[in-house]
């Protein structure tokens, strides 16, 4: 009886049909993969803001305090040895980086200081803790204190790990990609 389906082609019939489901399925995938990029969706697989779907929304107006936003980091030093430490994907900005999602704390003309907290316009920032060390003991640098100057805004994310503007500083806000909506998320 095997011998007559391995004959009769009923196994290799088999295969065809799983080929093709297979195939089906993957361009199915590739094709909603392409849909959701070129509409914005985003996949935010970092603790420093809720995990899942984000959307990226285009922006009309200025970025303004308390947005939270995608950006791309500024092609530098300090984004080069992040993404070599692991704090920062892989993507499509500038230097290969990927985008961030951000909350804008400042805007230009604020004022940031920079102790063992941050502070925007003498108001404490809420988990803003600066860290010395990074979770494998790595010295970390951290802005300077001053104004946020005009074309800049500072980031935060309340995650204590955030790679954000407290280790960095300012970033332009010519890198802000849109405003970052949550689509489907989880916040463990």
């Not at 984000?54 to 995608?70: A, C, E, H, N």
């Not at 920062?88 to 985008?99: M, T």
């Amino acid at each position: 009886m095997i011998m007559m389906m391995l004959e009769g082609g009923t196994v290799p019939r088999q295969r065809r049909r799983a080929c093709f489901t297979l195939s089906v399925a993957a361009g199915l995938l590739i094709v909603l993969f392409a849909a959701g990029w070129s509409g914005g969706l985003r996949v935010n697989t970092t603790p420093s803001e809720p995990l899942g779907l984000w959307r990226i929304v285009p922006l009309t107006r200025s970025v303004l305090p308390g947005d939270t936003v995608f950006v791309c980091p500024p092609e530098n030093t300090a984004m080069r040895e992040a993404r070599q430490r692991g704090y920062l994907r892989p993507g499509l900005c500038p230097g290969g980086f990927g985008p961030l999602i951000k909350t804008v704390i400042a805007v230009a003309g604020q004022r940031v200081d920079v102790t063992d907290h941050i502070a925007v316009d003498r108001v404490p920032i809420p988990g803003s803790r600066i860290m010395e060390k990074d979770g494998q003991g790595r010295s970390l640098r951290h802005g300077q204190s001053g104004m946020v100057r005009a074309g800049e805004v500072y980031l935060h994310s309340d995650f204590i790990g955030s790679w954000d503007s407290r280790y960095f500083g300012p970033v332009p806000v010519s890198g802000v990609l849109g405003l970052a909506q949550e689509v489907l998320t989880y916040a463990p």
